[in-house]
């Protein structure tokens, strides 16, 4: 049995060209395990709150000292990072937004990033405390990013691998569906990715 952790972050709704793949993506995973577990989060949906200045603040207090205000000033994050512990793999669909991720996203990885709980601090930096997990992320996006001359300008892989990464995740698989807004080059990139999910390895 698996379980499944799924992050959606495109506020389009069905219309949204990451969500339908994602759902592909998530039925591919449960063929190979048909009592999987899946968890869901629709950040557009039910957007977390920002990591305030109250959160901050708790975030770097013994947890035995916190008052009932500041434990809920973390409650959100708590769960985020619940959450993620808890899965043994985490689907991410994400559109790309100006070269980036939208602010949802943004938000739930501000709250998963909290040393002492995700990420330890050893003499030399950082040492991420989030191991042995699977991530696979669904991008959708209307120009091309993977190739070619914006490539430059692609500050949404760089980012989310790294984030992760610093947290330890370092198993993740991007399926990218692009030039999403340019024709005839959009059936063959759905087509595309939806070959890439068909080759995951539930």
Do not use: C
Request: proline fraction near 6%; aromatic fraction near 6%; avoid cysteine.
């Amino acid at each position: 049995m698996k379980k499944l952790l799924v992050i959606e972050s495109s506020p389009r709704g069905e219309q949204s060209v990451s969500k339908q793949l994602v759902r592909e993506l998530v039925e591919r995973l449960k063929a190979g395990h048909p009592k999987s577990l899946v968890k869901s989060r629709d950040l557009a949906a039910m957007p977390l709150p920002h990591f305030g200045a109250k959160a901050i603040e708790a975030s770097v207090l013994p947890p035995d000292t916190l008052t009932a205000a500041q434990k809920i000033a973390l409650d959100a994050s708590d769960q985020v990072i619940g959450e993620v512990f808890w899965a043994d793999a985490i689907i991410i669909g994400v559109p790309r937004w100006n070269l980036s991720i939208p602010s949802a996203l943004k938000a739930w990885i501000d709250h998963l990033v909290r040393i002492g709980k995700t990420l330890g601090v050893v003499p030399d930096g950082y040492e991420g405390l989030i191991t042995g997990k699977r991530m696979i992320v669904v991008t959708a996006s209307g120009g091309v990013f993977s190739q070619g001359p914006f490539k430059p300008y692609d500050f949404l892989e760089p980012y989310l691998r790294s984030i992760f990464g610093l947290l330890g995740i370092t198993d993740v698989t991007f399926i990218h569906a692009e030039g999403l807004d340019r024709g005839g080059l959009r059936e063959d990139s759905l087509l595309q990715a939806r070959r890439e999910i068909q080759a995951i390895a539930p």
